[in-house]
């Protein structure tokens, strides 16, 4: 098992570069992985599902939030009058806060910052219903998979080996939220119905390569 822990996910690498440095310029070790489904149903590559997650020890966590924010409260103070996140509107900051998993650690102090300048005041408690209702945003599972479960029931009943890999992906298919928690992607009852896809699959496959090695005799 390893023993680094995700500290952030981002949408990209680009965007964990301020994070990277900071780790690099401190000398705290990290790794860093692609976090992206194990098996895409739709067979190709799709970048909005997957994330650049940046991973540090455990017993680093916190020297890392408290280095962020030092660096943070340095870099906002002067930040440029023409930085883009002055142009967002209050509702566009406050997503920013909602959604600290799609930006860098700069840019949602910035957030708060210009909020605070707007009079619109970020109190603690409010940071942490934010992120309570992220998380509760994140942990929901994806709409009804309908599409890919018809699919699967037919490709299944064709003896097709793709039908195991479907209803696998259904099945236990898993993402990690900003706080290290594992959730179930798919809801229970498209779970089901991949777990059924994979065992029909498994059933028709065994069953078709029987039925041509008896025809074969």
Known sequence: MSEFQSYQRFPNVEVAQPLLQLLHQHAIPYETILDQPRIDPSFAFNPTNSYFV?????????????LERAIDEELTATAPADHYLFRFTEEELLDVLLKPDEWNSFDVALARRILHQRGQEVSPALIERLRLQRLHDLAQPEPSQKAWVL???????LGGLVAMFIGWHLYRHTRQLPDCRIVRAFSRADQAHGLRILMLGVVCFVGSVAWRLLGGE
Do not use: H, I, W
């Open 54 to 66: 940046v991973q540090v020890r455990p017993t680093d966590m916190e020297a890392v939030r408290a």
């Open 151 to 157: 699919f699967g029931y037919a490709v299944a009943l």
